[in-house]
Structures are given as C-alpha cells and as structure tokens.
C-alpha cells in the first residue's frame, strides 16, 4: 500500500461558474458531518445508504482517518444562511482488500444537486486515490439513482458496468487518459467562462471606498465609470454614503436596493476582509480588489490574501486582485479602473500582472490605432489569472487578439493547452519579465546549465503558438500588425523604398526577426524596369530612388505583391521635397485595399503617419516576423505522442526508488536501458588490470572512465579516449584511480546532446543541441516541454544547430533521423514518468547514418516538492 498523507485544501469551479473548496474530512468533523446527513432529504440519505439510515457518529466516523491510507474523504464546504461554514457535500473511497481496488461513494445537498459537485468530487478523489496507489474504483448504485449514474458516466473515466442483486456495479479505472482530460478541460472551460460573465457584462457595479473627494482612488475609480457611459448602473459606497459625481451613495453595500453583479472594493487594506464579507453577503459573485497590502508586502499581507480567498470561496465568487488598477469592458462601456485615461474601444483583449505596464499601454494604444475589448489587471492574481481569462475570451465574440503580460506562471501545464487552443482561432500575444538564469548557477550538467527560465518560457510560448514581444513596443507593433494586416503565408519579404539605405538597415532587421529576401523573378523585375527610371534598384530592396510619388508607390507596389515568390512586402517611405507623406500613405492605402497579402507601411516622417504605420524598418521587421511565426505554427499539424515500446517502467521506478543524488554508472544503465535508451557496451573494472581485461574483450581501441557518480570527467581528469593496447588501458586506469568504466571507442559522427531537466515551475523539459565538450560554449540547445509531439521532434530536428549536424555538416553523410527521434521520444517519456530524473545528461550522443547511440550519460534524482496549488482548473 502506498503512503498518502492526503490533499491540501483544493477549490473546484462548478457549471453555473459557482466555485466550492474541498478539504480532507478528518476526526473533528464528526458532528458537521452528522449534521449535513441530517439535512438531506429522506430521499437522498436512502439512495446515499441504500436503506433507511440514522447517521450518526458512529456511521460517519467510517468516512475519515488520520492517513489517506484505507479511507480517503473530501468534504466540501459552504457559507449557510448565518454565514456560518457548513458541509454540503462528501466523497469518500475505502480500499477493498485488493488493495489496488477502493469502494466509491458521494453525497451532495439536496439544494445544490446539479450543478456539477458530484463530478468535480469524483474527479478530485480519483487524483488522490491514484496517488495512494488504486487504481480502479467500484461504487455499488440502486438503480433509481439515475443521478449518480450519471455522474459516473459523464465523468469520463473507463467504466464496466453489471446489475447484480437488484443493484448496479459501476467500476471506474481512475487512470486520467488523454480524452479523460480533454473532458475535463471542456468542463472547466465552461464552468470559467459563466464564472467571468459578470466581471465583463454587469448589469450593476458598486465601488465600495468611492469617495466623494477628489482624488482618492475609489472616488475616481467611481468617476471613470461615469464618464465611460457604463449601460449598467452604478453605486457608489462609502462611510458617510454621500453622493458622488451627482449619483447617490449609500453606507453599506447591503442598503443598495437593487441586485449587484460586480463589487470593486478600494478600502484600506486591513479593512478589505470587512468589505468583502458585506459584498458576499449581499449575494454578489465577482470582486474586484483595488486595494493593495496583501501578499505583495509579506508574511502578514499573505495571510490576509488567503483569507481573503478563503471567504470568497466559501460563498463561491470570483476575485480579480487583490492590488490591481482594475477592470474594463467595452462590451459594457464599463472603465471600473482608475487609469487616468479612457480606453479605447476595439477587439483586443488585455491581461497585465503590473497596473503600471496596463497604463502605460493605454497611453500608447490610441495613438497607435489599437483598441480594446477588455482590459484586466490582475495584480497579485489571488483567484482569476490569465489562464481563465483566456478561457473567456477564447468564446468572447467582441474579441479578436489576446495580449499578456505574465510575471509568473501558476500552472504552465494548462497554460499551454488553453493557450494552444485559443492560438488556433485568435493570435495570442504574450512579454514576460523576470526573466533570469540564476537556477543554472547550480547546475550539475550541462543540460540543466543551458536550461533556465527563460529557455522554459520559450519552450512554452512556441509548443503553445503564443507569440512573444520582447518589449511593450513589439507587443503594440504586432498587435496593430495582426489587427490590421492579413497574415503572411511564408516568411519571403521583400521591401520598396525611396531610401536605399534604410532598405538595407530593413534588410538586415527581416533576417535577425527569422524572414528572408529573396531575388525577384525576372518577370516582375523586367515589369518595375519599364515604370522606374534607369538609375532605380529592382532586385531586393526595391530602391524606387529619392524622386519617388505616390504615383510611382503606387504602381510598383502591386508589381511586387503578385511575385509568387514574396509573401508580404514593406513599403518604406521617407519625406523628400517631391513627394508630400499624405499622398504617399494615399496611395500605399489603396494598393493595401485591393491586396491579398501583408502590406506594410513604413513612414518615417515630420508631417506625421497614420496610426497603423510603422515609424521604423526594424519595428516593421519585428512584427511582421511574429507574424511569420504565427502563420507557420497555424500550418503545422498539431501532433501526437507516439506509443513506445520496450519500455519497463516498474524496473526503472525500482532504480529511482533507491536512490537520491548522482546515480553510479551501474544504475544509470538500468535506468536508461528500462527505457531502451541506446548505449554503448561498457564494463565496471576495479582495478587496472581488470580494466584491461575488459578492454581486450570490448575490443581496442577502447576509452576509461571514472566510476565516480555525477562526475565532470572531462573538466576533473577523469576521462581517457583511444587507448590502442592493454598497457595504455592499464595506465589510464592507475592514474584516474579507483573504480572505472571500461567502453569501446567509438568515433565519427556527429556529436549531440540530449537531456533532460525537471523545471520547478514548468516541469519536464527535453533538451536537444550539439555535444561534446563544447556544448555549453555553444550554447544552442533547444528546449521542449514534455511530453514531445512528433511535430515538436520534428522542429528539435529541422531548426538550429543541431540539425546542422544532423543533416550532415560540412561533407558528413546524414544522420539517422529516426533513430535520433526515438530517442528523443524516450527521454521525453521518462521524463513525464518520472518527475524525480531532476537531471539527466545524454553528452556525447553519437549519431551516423546507421543509428545513434549515448556513450557518456549522467542522472540525477532529486524528490520534487509537491506543489500546493489551491486552484485545481
């Protein structure tokens, strides 16, 4: 049997967009329990016990124990009539004497059966069933219980069913399979979207702090909602419930005699927990916490967070913040911020971790032409986060672009997957700060040396189809690009100026943002030779020379943009005395109207620029090569994982089990070949003359190596290659010392690195570069979350160094793709299997036409600290 010690207190999203926390039932709740049976109809007690039951203490103490070890209960708790917490649910398992079999039950209130508690109960009780070793569940169910029936169908797990005895068998493998998830996913999908409509679309807002002073963040919190023509209506709530700006106040949230859907509260800090349980009692379900002094000032802050979230959970709310600028939603015309500026209207949506980076992108969005649907500040993320306001605007008809900006990732698992999919139908645009390699100062190999932070987030913006800015300009610069502009079908760009020399600074900005430009074909090039004067450029940048007119952009423009062989085109203008910049951009604009492909303008100019150009080339480059990126992710399958075979996942838990820190190479091998990883044969001698033993019957020439687990062999010494007798094995052996490792020699190829490393925030990630000892100096290894996609393998294989190497560098035959590929895949599942591979070093991999095989390897287990995510959508 497996110990558990059993979960943390977790928080469930139900249909109606309601959330609920469960926690562990444990000794003391025997009298809640009692009375939560007590408090069930009739009905439901006899479907619940199957006959007539009194359930007293000595019946519900059979529902918890001290370790999740033969019973597992989750509870779930609520906020009743007096505010008072009360149970108004439990599941329970209790093993069977197969001990990988548990029996399973639930109970829900009469007043909330559903809406969906008794499947997030039983999927919460599957994790930490599974976690405590079962693997299948059985619940016995009279037949008039369609409800629970259904629960169990619906749920989403294998299922076998029998009626025997007048009762019906339901056995459930609690294994979570790919299409399990996915169901899961669409049900929290729409359980977070129902959750988030009354932050978007309220009918009523009251600002609890709204002073009637100027100046005060509520009062002008208050005001910007006046001013924006909210189609609700507004309360503004202070201590006296004077008016402000002309509208009634009232003293308390509870006097307001009208339903309020969304509470903005700007109280003082330690007042917010007084504010925010009059909000709930009023029956509202989404806050917005302006107020700062929480988590983001320490200890103290944070436990008034937690209590904070705590109180809005047991009323199932929502809660953005706390420490937030605020809310805005133009589908409402609701500016619940206190920004100084209004925003303007559009279809791009905004989430920002900072309210100083939402202010500044409002100050620059309106003067760029980009306007928004929404705009939410997050601040200290305590309950909503980007991964559910991406969920909303996934469906959100008034929104077309998605715009992050992320400091931190709560759960980068579901991230990706909500982000792939919002990806496929709406661009998503994403800058992340913090960016730091400080965890690779302790590295241990190299693997874990090139990871980082950074190279996690790569990982992840690419697999997921996120687009990342580097700054708050090519964030705004690829948010008009792909508002305005169609999106390129390849990266072949070619440019058109009047200023030769900017074109070529263009040129070499396209190349650095990963575009190209190519020749023109002979027929476009003999078409621009008959309108431009001899002295112009037709190849690529297209140098229409400084007498340019907008006549002449506009005739050499659609000359260019019908080549095949271009997919976007830059159009860079420079004010010169024979041509005025509005009749220029006149004309670029009517080329852009009748064209299929991108267009972009460039105008550099003292008579000013329409909103949607560009003031620079490099800008221009950058966001059109995000684009580019964009339109190759959309054409790219989305790929699965493969199925393995030879693959003994008991023997290599057996290794990991026993273990802590650098394996020694003996158990290196086991682990690695449990996973048919391919490596060279090799020997363990302990002494010189066993070494040379070993040589003669590997074959020389032949390579030692120290024994010592974890070892840099190369950089301590501990390494000697292409010993051509037993003498030079001998003496190899004697001065590296101690135990050794004995392998043939192998040489040719090229020479890769594969790995693995276990990111604290990100979790597993694949790692894939050139090899050898130069491996870090080279420094190119490309980084993958797993598990990997045969479409991820297949970009590992095409892009970067490596598949320099791969392909046959320099007059070397290629290698063997598959083979390497495989390999990959085997990394990438044992590295999902088994979180406690902290690091694992694959350096060199030899690769050739004929296969590829590791002939160094390093493995380190480390136990991953559980995370204690409240949160589990």
């Not at 797990?157 to 609690?174: I, P, S, T």
């Not at 159009?571 to 220029?584: C, E, I, K, Q, R």
């Not at 995000?626 to 790219?636: E, I, V």
Request: charged share 20%.
């Amino acid at each position: 049997m497996t110990a558990y010690a059993g979960p943390h207190p977790e928080d469930v999203i139900l249909r109606d967009g309601s959330t609920l926390r469960l926690r562990a039932a444990d000794h003391g709740d025997g009298e809640a329990l009692v009375a939560f049976f007590a408090r069930l109809s009739p009905e439901s007690r006899y479907l619940r016990f199957q006959g007539v039951v009194d359930a007293g203490l000595a019946t519900v103490q059979r529902f918890v124990g001290d370790e999740w070890g033969e019973v597992g209960s989750l509870l779930a708790e609520r906020a009743g009539a007096d505010g008072a917490s009360e149970v108004v649910a439990l599941a329970t398992f209790a093993r069977l004497r197969d001990p990988q079999r548990a029996e399973v039950a639930f109970a829900v209130a009469d007043e909330l059966q559903g809406k969906g508690i008794g499947t997030r109960l039983l999927e919460r009780l599957a994790v930490h069933a599974a976690a405590a070793g079962i693997e299948e569940f059985v619940a016995q169910v009279l037949p008039q219980n369609a409800q629970m029936l259904r629960v169990f169908h619906d749920a989403g797990f294998a299922e076998q069913r029998r009626l025997d005895g007048g009762v019906v068998e339901v056995r459930l493998q609690v294994a979570a399979t790919a299409d399990y998830r996915d169901l899961v996913d669409e049900r929290d999908h729409a359980a977070v979207v129902a959750s988030l409509e009354p932050f978007f679309r309220p009918r009523a807002v009251a600002v609890l702090g709204a002073s009637a002073r100027r100046g005060t963040v509520g009062g002008e919190l208050f005001r910007n909602i006046l001013a924006s023509d909210f189609s609700g209506a507004s309360y503004p709530v202070n201590a006296r419930g004077a008016p402000v700006g002309g509208v009634p106040g009232y003293a308390s949230i509870g006097d307001i005699p009208a339903e309020i859907d969304l509470a903005v509260i700007c109280v003082p800090g330690p007042a917010v927990l007084d504010a925010a349980a009059a909000v709930l009692r009023k029956g509202v379900r989404a806050l917005c916490v302006i107020s700062a002094g929480f988590a983001e000032v320490g200890a103290e802050g944070r436990e008034r967070q937690e209590q904070l979230l705590a109180l809005v959970r047991a009323h199932g709310a929502r809660l953005v913040g706390p420490n937030c600028l605020g809310i805005a939603s133009s589908t409402v015309r609701l500016n619940a911020t206190f920004a100084g500026r209004r925003f303007p209207s559009g279809r791009a949506a905004f989430s920002s971790q900072s309210g100083a980076l939402g202010i500044a992108l409002l100050e620059q969005a309106e003067s760029r032409g980009l306007g928004l649907s929404a705009f939410v500040s997050i601040g200290n993320k305590a309950d909503v986060s980007s991964n559910d306001l991406l969920e909303y605007w996934e469906d959100d008809p008034d929104t077309d672009l998605v715009l992050l900006y992320l400091e931190s990732f709560g759960n980068p698992a579901k991230f990706a997957r909500i982000a792939s999919r919002v990806a496929r139908s709406k661009p998503v645009l994403a800058m992340r700060s913090g960016v730091s390699r400080a965890g690779a100062k302790a590295a241990g190999s190299h693997t874990a040396a090139l990871a980082g932070s950074d190279a996690a987030v790569e990982a992840l913006f690419r697999q997921a189809g996120v687009l990342r800015a580097g700054t708050l300009e090519e964030l705004l610069d690829a948010a008009v690009l792909l508002s305005t502009q169609p999106l390129p079908q390849g990266n072949r760009v070619a440019v058109v100026t009047n200023a030769g020399g900017l074109g070529i600074l263009c040129a070499d900005a396209a190349d650095g943002a990963g575009l190209t430009l190519p020749e023109l074909s002979t027929e476009t090039r003999a078409a621009l030779a008959e309108i431009l004067p001899a002295e112009a450029s037709s190849t690529n940048p297209v140098d229409l020379l400084g007498s340019a007119t907008g006549d002449t952009f506009e005739r050499a423009l659609p000359l260019v943009l019908s080549d095949p062989g271009i997919d976007a085109v830059i159009a860079l203008f420079v004010l010169t005395v024979v041509a005025s910049t509005a009749d220029v951009v006149d004309a670029i604009e009517r080329v852009r109207r009748a064209a299929a492909k991108p267009l972009i303008p460039v105008v550099i100019s003292a008579e000013g620029s329409p909103p949607d150009a560009f003031s620079y080339p490099e800008s221009a480059a950058r966001a059109l090569g995000l684009a580019a990126q964009r339109a190759a992710w959309l054409a790219r399958p989305a790929g699965t994982v493969p199925d393995l075979d030879g693959i003994d996942e008991a023997a290599a838990r057996a290794v990991v089990g026993a273990a802590e820190g650098w394996l020694a190479p003996g158990q290196t091998r086991a682990l690695l070949g449990a996973y048919g990883v391919p490596l060279v044969a090799e020997r363990l001698a302990q002494t010189p003359d066993d070494a040379a033993a070993a040589a003669a019957a590997l074959g020389l020439p032949a390579v030692v190596k120290t024994a010592a687990s974890g070892a840099h062999k190369t950089e301590s010494g501990g390494v000697a290659l292409d010993l051509r007798s037993e003498a030079e094995v001998r003496e190899a052996a004697e001065r590296i010392g101690g135990p050794v490792v004995v392998q043939p020699f192998l040489s040719g190829g090229a020479e890769l690195l594969a790995g693995v490393v276990q990111d604290p925030v990100f979790g597993p990630l694949v790692a894939f570069g050139p090899g050898g000892t130069l491996a870090e100096l080279i420094g190119s290894a490309r980084f993958a979350l797993a598990p990997l996609t045969d479409v991820d393998v297949e970009i590992a294989l095409t892009n970067g160094k490596a598949a320099k190497l791969v392909a046959g560098w320099r007059g070397a035959p290629p290698a063997d793709r598959a083979a390497i590929a495989d390999l990959l895949h085997r990394l990438s599942r044992l590295a999902v299997d088994l979180p406690e591979v902290a690091e694992l070093d694959l350096n060199p991999v030899l690769a050739d036409p004929d296969g590829c095989t590791a002939v160094d390897a390093r493995i380190r287990i480390g136990r991953p600290e559980p995370a204690e995510r409240t949160k589990t959508w």
